[in-house]
């Protein structure tokens, strides 16, 4: 599975974005697919994550109630609506895909995902 983001830019704060997960692949409904994101001088943090049916999913505490990821299994894409951003998002957004091994897998560890995109730039100005 290859896994390509896009849809990050600058905003304003409180002010919306869509990232966009797009896989190549015939497997992709099989993986729960995950956002992460790196600030400067952080550590890779977890953010969103969602199962392969779209049924499950889990957010960060910190992003709860403002992002929403979904899924759409027949465009192989995964996506995060951002709303309400703040500047403490700023960071560079991962996707990442990690086999499952059952219908509500969701798991926050990076290290349980296999494949990781490139990363996009979300930077959110007070």
């Known amino acids: 599975v290859q896994l390509q983001a896009s849809g990050g830019g600058l905003v304003q704060a409180g002010g919306s974005l869509r990232l966009s997960c797009a896989a190549s692949?015939?497997?992709?409904?099989?993986?729960?697919v995950g956002w992460f994101r790196q600030a400067p001088g952080k550590e890779r943090e977890f953010v969103a994550t969602i199962s392969r049916s779209a049924k499950w999913v889990v957010y960060a505490d910190s992003v709860r109630g403002r992002f929403t990821i979904s899924r759409d299994n027949a465009e192989n894409t995964v996506y995060l609506q951002m709303n309400g951003l703040k500047p403490e998002d700023t960071a560079l957004y991962y996707c990442a895909g990690g086999f499952s091994i059952g219908q509500d897998y969701t798991p926050r560890a990076s290290s349980r995902y296999e494949y990781w995109g490139q990363g996009t730039q979300v930077t959110v100005s007070s």
């Open positions: 692949g015939r497997t992709f409904s099989r993986y729960a």
